[in-house]
Every structure is written in structure tokens, then in C-alpha cells.
């Protein structure tokens, strides 16, 4: 029964994220932004690296240090979140407070820079534990290799218990926004049904005027 339950744990461990890397490419004038679906109470931690196109080689080089980008992060409810300029190499970090769709915007802070040409970002999304340095808090906290392994189970199971509450968030607002659409489609029912039968009423009333009208009855 424990080796049961150790697998089980082991493979919803599988279940999370270790991180989203990436790069993309970005004009003077472009806005590049990303959505992370992200637990509540969850630290996020993005490492980033500015490279300019160089005509002369054709590559991509380290770019100087006056080229930065400007990041703006918002949370579900369309509220900005974090708001200001890095430099061309860094690190953002934030943690969310409501469940939901987070989106990351990043996009250059001057166009006198490169006139024209094109920055490659490279960029690294980290979520919940994977944020964690443990060779840092090993060392700060003088922790065992079996007591650093634990820290690190309790970590992933405490991100997986929050991934599991945003699940079950996300299911409670399909269910609402579900029956929202079945009570409106059933009011939009019998509203259609009450204008044929009173379309209806009208019309036979308009025959029965009509053939009147001519004696034909």
C-alpha cells in the first residue's frame, strides 16, 4: 500500500511544469505577451536575456547595456500587477493573489537603439517551487540531502495542492457560466414560444376580421 501510494505521488508530480523556455523575436515598435494560467499565492519568476541583430555578421549579439525592456504583468481582472523597465539581462519576479490567467507583456524601452532592427529575447518562465533555489536554502539553512529532498517533496506537493484548488476554481465557474447559458437559452425559449402564440392569436383574429368583413362566414 505505501509503494502504491509513492508512485501515485511520484506521477502527479510528473503532472507540474518545470519551467516554459523560449525565445522570440521583437521589432521597435512590437509588443510581445504571454498568458500563464496560475494558482493563487503562487511565486513566478521569469530570467530573460536581450540579444541585437548584428547586419555584419548576421547573428544575434549581446546586446549593450542601454538597450532594456519594459514588463507589464496583469492579473485576471485586467489590474496591473508589475510595470517598469528592466535592463537588457535580468530577472522578474511576482506572486499571484487570485487564481486565473496572468499576462506577461514585454516589449523594448527605446527604438533609437536599434534602429530598425530586430532583438532576440530568450526567456525562461518558472511557477511555485521550481522557483526555489535549494542549493541556496540547503546551504542557508544547513540541511541534509535527505531532509533537502523532503523540503523539496513538501514544496511539490504543496504546488500541487494549489494546482488542484485552480482546477476545481476553474471547474466551479464553468459550471456557473454553463447553467448562466442553460437559464438564458430556456428564457430565450419561452420567450419565442409566447410571440408565436400571441403572433398566432393575432392572425386568427385577422382571418376571422377578414372573412367577416366579406361575409364569408
Known sequence: MPTTSFRLLAALLLLVPLSNALYFHIGETERKCFIEEIPDETTVVANYKVELYDPRSGGFMPSSPG???HVE??????KV?????YSSEGRISFTSHIPGEHVLCMYSNSTAWFSGSQLRVHLDIQVGEHTIDYANVAQKEKLTELQLRIR???DQVDQITKEQNYQRYREERFRQTSDSTNQRVLWWSLAQTLVLLIMGFWQMRHLKSFFEAKKLV
Open 81 to 85: 500587477m508589475l510595470s517598469r523597465v
Open 152 to 154: 523539496q517533496l513538501l
Open 73 to 78: 504583468v496583469k492579473d485576471p481582472d485586467d
Open 67 to 69: 538597450i532594456g525592456m
